[in-house]
């Protein structure tokens, strides 16, 4: 499991990576990291659109949720069947928003693993015959730090670019006790992304700057783009 994971995920990236750093990033390990992000969340843009999209119609359905959740309060099981009903009207998938964040997950883990060996005198073993490289590898972000270290300032970054990112994807709630755990979270995530990349070599958290600036532009497009999409057949219906 492990050797498949590594030959259909890790090494296939890690090419990525180098074609990159070669050809494209003036030899430059952080721009390779800002460039290698762009392209994989391109790759990834389908889901995202489609967990923005469920995300988006969620939060219209806030008021029909706190509705039946109100209505059946004692019922646990009538709650549950009313708001299977209400998806399915709908044709939302409740579970479809989790699997944006599994492949956000295995990105994170596969590129701690690339970082762990990738900018290092060794390299070339992962390296696909047709990828060159020159030795020595330049492990540096414009000559500023290492990627290979961990940088409390580069998690302080990364931790703002998140709570902004929770602010801008927190959906709109009548309140409650969802606006309140929803409001905690915009407070938890950056929170937890500075424990976790304060600890992590710099490279982890390039990757989670610029991923996360990703997100915030494909969420200001995407959006753009889906109240186009209704606005065109709200007229179409007049």
């Known amino acids: 499991m492990v050797f498949l994971y590594n030959e259909i995920i890790v090494r296939p990236l890690t090419n990525l990576l180098f ?11 952080g721009i390779a990291i800002i460039l290698f ?11 995202f659109h489609k ?3 469920y995300q988006m119609v969620l939060s219209k359905l806030q008021p029909e949720m706190a ?47 690339i970082s762990m060996k990738a900018f290092s005198s060794n390299v070339q073993a992962s390296l696909y015959s047709f990828i060159h490289i020159t030795l020595p590898v330049h492990h540096t972000f414009l000559g500023l730090f290492d990627v290979n270290t961990p940088l409390i300032e ?23 006790e969802a606006a309140q755990m929803m409001s905690a ?24 700057i610029a ?19 209704s606005l065109e057949t709200e007229i179409k219906q007049i």
């Open 67 to 113: 509705k039946i959740q109100k209505e059946h309060k004692d019922d646990k099981e009538a709650q549950v069947k009313a708001m299977m009903h209400l998806y399915e009207r709908h044709k939302i998938n409740p579970f479809s928003g989790f699997l944006f964040i599994i492949v956000q997950v295995v990105l994170l883990i596969t590129l701690y693993r």
């Open 19 to 29: 074609f990159i750093y070669h050809t494209a990033a003036f030899s430059d390990a």
């Open 154 to 176: 580069v998690a302080l970054v990364a931790a703002l670019l998140q709570f902004i990112q929770s602010k801008f994807f927190m959906p709109n709630t009548a309140g409650g």
């Open 51 to 53: 967990n923005m999209r």
């Open 185 to 208: 979270m915009i407070f938890v995530f950056p929170l937890l992304t500075l424990i976790i990349l304060v600890k992590l070599p710099a490279v982890v958290g390039l990757y989670w």
């Open 211 to 229: 991923s996360t600036v990703f997100s915030i532009g494909e969420y200001v497009v995407t959006k753009r783009i889906i109240q186009s999409e």
């Open 37 to 47: 992000t762009i392209v994989v969340r391109l790759a990834i843009f389908p889901i």
